[in-house]
């Protein structure tokens, strides 16, 4: 655990991503820096690691680390620019993406990442920068703001929870919001569709989800980190994502499939003639964490890792 935050799959992650002690790495979420420190303990004295990361609070964390490790580079960054942060020409080993949202963002009322705390309506990654979670709810049309409940946080109720808010403007707090989504959907502590035996999901949680993932343009900067990440890894470079929900599952699952496989729309059973080549080979597929990490950080249960190497380049 540091800085209250607590690295899911970690060792799985680590161990899948370092291949040369001595490369270049990037880990393009920093959090509070607990997937970093594994890293500098795999790695060499030669080696460099960048860490990136939007918040400004994790930054002034990453840079305390980097004053005691030379091989330490920190950048506040969105990670879909890591191509454009790490020094020009270099080669790099391996990349790290954890996508979920750190413990210390969520436990933090001031950011309103969370309905469980009081707090203003905010949710953004960088809190200096950006459209806040309360200016968008209280200013973007009603089938917007449906729109995005149902296709980021796969709420049934979306026309109802948005016909709500819209009525209830303003809304000023997470603890207003999560009583209004509650109220519209009358299942304020129903167990939500695919939950575990025994779990249960707060009404707010699909809704809360398509805010944040708005707010800060997630599954845009998750769409673009990846092909940012090809970019930079050298021949035999791997890159390793972990995911929280599904629409980032899907995401990174068939991207990789493309990079992979190719184009689904081929024949499969006829010979064909095409320039596509493959760009990667799959280290580790949807990897979920053990039961005993589950037990030990309850927040891990939802992870998914998935790992690809960038293959060599085929004469065309």
């Not at 990654?125 to 703001?145: C, F, I, K, S, Y």
């Not at 819209?166 to 304020?188: D, M, N």
Request: contains cysteine; glycine residues 8%.
């Amino acid at each position: 655990m540091t800085g209250g935050h607590v690295p899911v799959l970690l060792d799985e992650t680590v161990d899948a991503l370092v291949t040369d002690p001595e490369g270049v790495y990037v880990d393009g979420t920093y959090g509070r820096g607990g997937h970093t420190r594994r890293l500098l303990s795999k790695l060499g004295a030669r080696a460099t690691l960048w860490v990136l990361d939007r918040d400004p609070e994790a930054i002034r964390d990453a840079r305390k680390l980097a004053a005691m490790d030379p091989r330490i580079r920190v950048a506040q960054a969105r990670f879909s620019e890591l191509d454009r942060v790490v020094e020009s020409g270099a080669c790099v080993a391996g990349v790290l993406l954890d996508v979920g949202v750190s413990s210390p963002q969520l436990d933090s009322p001031a950011r309103g990442f969370s309905f469980l705390r009081a707090g203003p309506l905010d949710m953004r990654m960088d809190p200096t920068a950006g459209v806040t979670a309360g200016e968008w709810l209280n200013t973007a049309p009603e089938e917007e703001l449906s729109d995005a409940f149902r296709e980021y946080g796969g709420e049934r109720h979306h026309r109802r929870v948005a016909r709500a808010i819209v009525e209830a403007r303003p809304i000023e707090t997470t603890e207003r919001l999560a009583e209004i989504v509650s109220r519209a959907t009358r299942s304020g502590g129903s167990r939500s569709r695919g939950a575990r035996s025994g779990e249960k999901k707060h009404a707010a949680t699909r809704v809360f989800q398509a805010v944040r993932i708005v707010v800060n343009q997630e599954l845009d900067e998750l769409d673009r980190a990846l092909d940012a990440a090809l970019r930079v890894l050298c021949r035999r470079g791997r890159l390793a994502v972990i995911t929280f929900h599904s629409l980032e599952h899907a995401l990174v699952r068939n991207r990789f499939k493309f990079w992979v496989q190719g184009r689904d729309d081929l024949p499969r059973r006829l010979p064909v003639v095409s320039d596509w080549y493959p760009l990667a080979r799959r280290i580790v597929r949807g990897q979920t964490p053990a039961e005993a990490e589950i037990a030990a950080n309850p927040r891990a249960r939802s992870a998914r890792l998935q790992v690809i190497e960038k293959v060599e380049e085929v004469a065309r």
